[in-house]
């Protein structure tokens, strides 16, 4: 059985993941990233993804969120100097650039992934970004398939920044190789269906042999009105786009594996909350967010613990080392 882990994007609410994975990973004799075969993640989901991928504990990627969160998100300061903060990143919001500024995520991922490489993941990747220039789709994945020979070779931070990068909040990512990438969250916000694709039509694995553990960010539940306002709706968009994306690619998902008619395939971690209680970038709810990770989480454990966590997954060895070998016994 081939075991795939994929993780949704959604700002700081990346906390529940880490929170949910961290709790599920105490119990472990491993970092949980080494009980999958593939992960996937986009954005926020996309950082925990390379970082488990990396052998790094979820603990370790937890306490990013908890103690640099509020600096990444510019909220750490408080009254007077509080509120200017907040007026400032408005005005830019509003059209003088980005809401945030790179940087100081760029500090927080460099002090994880330091120079790590794609090449280093100890589990196949799939980590889906956007390459506006030519509106292409741009998927970093590791060596796992023998026409997979470049991203490899690429920083782990660079595929962390260029999902990451949503519009609006940050700027474009320039990679190394001076490429300009954006949010995977644009066209995969929920990269389940990717993963799926990938394990089937790449990798050949067989669909009846898939279990799928997909996390959400939380979903917002809201009632849809019979009309809405050219205000409401511009507020309202990406919160219709981002629903409407990740239930379809939950549908190719478990149309690929066959869940539920043929077998159980897939568990979601998808709990509701309040629309607009928890958003990309508010902080001050950060000990919610772990809160409702390490409740689901214990949860889940005896649940999930047979189909994914009884032993480590087999030894991944990409393509360009496996060559290497061979040149090394020849």
């Not at 400032?88 to 509003?94: A, T």
């Not at 790590?116 to 993941?121: F, L």
């Not at 669909?207 to 799928?212: F, H, R, S, T």
């Not at 047979?306 to 393509?319: K, R, S, T, W």
Request: proline letters at 5%; hydrophobic letters at 40%; one cysteine or more.
């Amino acid at each position: 059985m081939r075991r795939i882990l994929s993780i949704d994007g959604g700002g700081i609410r990346g906390t529940f993941p880490a929170s949910f994975l961290a709790t599920l990973e105490d119990d472990l004799d491993q970092p949980i990233g080494n009980y999958f075969d593939l992960i996937a993640g986009t954005s926020t989901g996309g950082i925990i993804a390379i970082a488990l991928a990396m052998g790094i504990p979820a603990k370790r990627i937890l306490q990013l969120y908890e103690e640099l969160g509020p600096s990444i998100f510019d909220q750490e300061k408080t009254g007077v100097a509080g509120w200017l903060t907040r007026m400032h990143r408005y005005l830019r919001w509003l059209g003088w650039g980005p809401k945030y500024s790179t940087d100081r995520l760029a500090a927080a991922l460099n002090d994880v992934l330091g120079d790590k490489r794609i090449g280093d993941a100890q589990t196949r990747l799939v980590i889906p970004a956007w390459h506006g220039h030519s509106k292409k789709v741009y998927i970093y994945k590791t060596a796992h398939h023998e026409r997979l020979t470049t991203d490899y070779k690429d920083p782990a931070i660079d595929a962390a920044l260029a999902t990451a990068a949503a519009p609006t909040y940050f700027r474009e990512h320039i990679t190394s190789n001076d490429v300009g990438l954006v949010d995977g969250g644009l066209w995969a916000n929920n990269p389940a269906a990717i993963a799926v694709a990938e394990a089937i039509g790449v990798l050949g694995w067989p669909a009846d042999k898939l279990n799928v553990l997909s996390v959400s960010c939380l979903e917002d539940i809201f009632e849809m009105k019979e009309a809405y306002s050219a205000r409401s709706m511009v507020r309202k968009t990406a919160d219709f786009f981002m629903a409407g994306q990740s239930h379809g690619s939950m549908g190719l998902a478990h149309i690929l594996t066959g869940d539920p008619h043929r077998r159980k395939a897939i568990w979601r971690i998808c709990q509701p909350v309040p629309d607009g209680f928890f958003s990309l970038d508010n902080t001050a709810r950060i000990g919610r967010l772990k809160d409702r990770g390490f409740t689901e989480a214990r949860e889940q454990k005896p649940i999930l613990k047979p189909h994914f966590f009884n032993e480590p997954a087999e030894a991944f060895v990409p393509v360009h080392k496996l060559e290497s070998q061979v040149n090394d016994r020849e």
